[in-house]
């Protein structure tokens, strides 16, 4: 399937925002985590079922990153799959993505700040269109990562155009346009045309 199941509700979560980072669905992210309120944030969250949201910063306020900087609008919902605690309280996890939500800020009774998340749905690629599109993108994938292993027959197109938009070096604005875009057909074909224009060096 090509998109995640709508929440009936809207969930609130511990929100980690992050300055030009974002959680994509199947990656696994390895995070240092050092400041007091995250690790409380941690600490909260594997206590419960190890859900929290990263959300990435808005370009121009990275150095409110120890404040309350504006994040987008769409994030990515992550779970701790591993995590390790330091002598000195830090952390190490691997957060691995799960999907992608809208979040609204929710109030907060913690150090760490907290989001009302709801499931971004996305809209399927056309069954008639989508055998050409996967071969288009395995393609890119291909001639940007010669080396890359051969990719599951089960992989979405969504997650293909993932995988392509993080071989894609792009300024922050486009590289969050094509994330929070839930059109996966339009997503896969946008990144093509910029893989056509900026092809990877030989």
Same mark, same amino acid.
């Given at each position: 399937?090509?998109?995640?199941?709508?929440?009936?509700?809207? +969930? %609130?979560?511990? /929100?980690?925002?992050?300055?030009?980072?974002?959680?994509?669905?199947?990656?696994? !992210?390895?995070? #240092?985590?050092?400041?007091?309120?995250?690790?409380?944030? =941690?600490? @909260?969250?594997?206590?419960?079922?190890? +859900?929290?949201?990263?959300? %990435? =910063?808005?370009?121009?306020?990275?150095?409110?990153?120890?404040?309350?900087?504006?994040?987008? $609008?769409? $994030?990515?919902?992550?779970?701790?799959?591993?995590?390790?605690? !330091?002598?000195?309280?830090?952390?190490?996890?691997? /957060?691995?993505?799960?999907?992608?939500? #809208?979040?609204?800020?929710?109030?907060?009774?913690?150090?760490?700040?907290?989001?009302?998340?709801?499931?971004?749905?996305?809209?399927?690629?056309?069954?008639?269109?989508?055998? $050409?599109?996967? /071969?288009?993108?395995?393609?890119?994938?291909?001639?940007? %990562?010669?080396?890359?292993?051969?990719?599951?027959?089960?992989?979405?197109?969504?997650?293909?155009?993932?995988?392509?938009?993080?071989? =894609?070096?792009?300024?922050?604005?486009?590289?969050?346009? #094509?994330?929070?875009?839930?059109?996966?057909?339009?997503?896969?074909?946008? !990144?093509?045309?910029?893989? @056509?224009?900026?092809?990877?060096?030989?």
């Amino acid at each position: 399937m090509e998109s995640e199941p709508e929440a009936e509700e809207a +969930r %609130t979560l511990p /929100l980690f925002p992050l300055p030009n980072l974002w959680l994509f669905p199947s990656v696994v !992210l390895p995070l #240092h985590i050092f400041e007091p309120r995250y690790r409380q944030m =941690i600490e @909260d969250s594997l206590d419960g079922p190890g +859900r929290i949201v990263l959300g %990435t =910063i808005v370009a121009g306020h990275e150095d409110e990153a120890a404040g309350a900087p504006p994040i987008h $609008a769409l $994030a990515g919902l992550g779970e701790i799959g591993r995590h390790e605690k !330091l002598a000195d309280g830090r952390y190490n996890i691997l /957060l691995v993505g799960l999907a992608r939500v #809208h979040v609204r800020e929710a109030a907060s009774d913690r150090l760490y700040r907290k989001v009302e998340a709801r499931h971004a749905i996305e809209r399927s690629v056309p069954a008639r269109r989508a055998a $050409a599109l996967r /071969l288009r993108l395995l393609a890119a994938l291909k001639q940007r %990562t010669p080396d890359l292993p051969e990719i599951p027959a089960g992989f979405s197109l969504s997650h293909l155009a993932d995988m392509l938009l993080l071989r =894609i070096p792009l300024p922050h604005a486009e590289l969050n346009a #094509h994330y929070a875009e839930l059109d996966v057909e339009r997503r896969a074909l946008a !990144l093509l045309e910029e893989h @056509d224009t900026a092809p990877p060096p030989e």
